[in-house]
């Protein structure tokens, strides 16, 4: 500390000496430019400091603002593309239980048209089972009525006959 005290005291004789050099005036107006420039920016430091923190927060303020309202979205996106799997899950069951039913129609339907179509056929055999019958039954009566009728035209014959003998005389 000595040293130092006495270093000060050399210096401050030799700062008298050199205080006259034109090139030490300008150095020690520079310094004393450069202090008043130093608390001159120290105070602005000071000041700009907060001014700065102060448009740090509306921009801190604005990140958060956009972070939550994304945070937000993403939870909605979730929400949304749960509520479209769900919505799609019940399309594709709904789809599939609509073809089963289709397909079991469709079955059903072929079921029929071939009953039908059986039906049909047993019909038509049916009709010509009665048509064969009925000309069964015309052959019978026409056979009985040929019959019938031979039997009246020998009688009307015999009638005749006998009429004719019995004009004539021929007895019998």
Known sequence: MKYFIAIRCVMAMVDQEYLQDKKVQKIDSDIRTFKTDLQRAEMELEGLDSR???????????????????????????????????????????????????????????????????????????????????????????????????????REINRVEEEKRRELGLGT
Do not use: C, G, H, P
Not at 73 to 87: F, G, K, P
Not at 131 to 151: C, F, S, W, Y
């Open 52 to 154: 700065l923190d102060s448009e740090l927060e509306s921009f801190k303020a604005a990140e958060k603002s956009k972070r939550d309202a994304f945070e937000s979205l993403r939870i909605r996106l979730r929400s949304v593309e749960q509520e479209w799997r769900d919505a799609d899950k019940r399309y594709r069951e709904q789809l599939k239980r609509k073809n089963n039913t289709l397909s079991e129609k469709k079955k059903t339907v072929e079921v029929l048209r071939k009953r039908i179509k059986d039906a049909e056929k047993v019909k038509e055999k049916r009709f010509r089972e009665l048509d064969k019958e009925k000309e069964r039954l015309v052959e019978k009566a026409k056979r009985e009525k040929a019959r019938e009728m031979e039997e009246q035209k020998a």
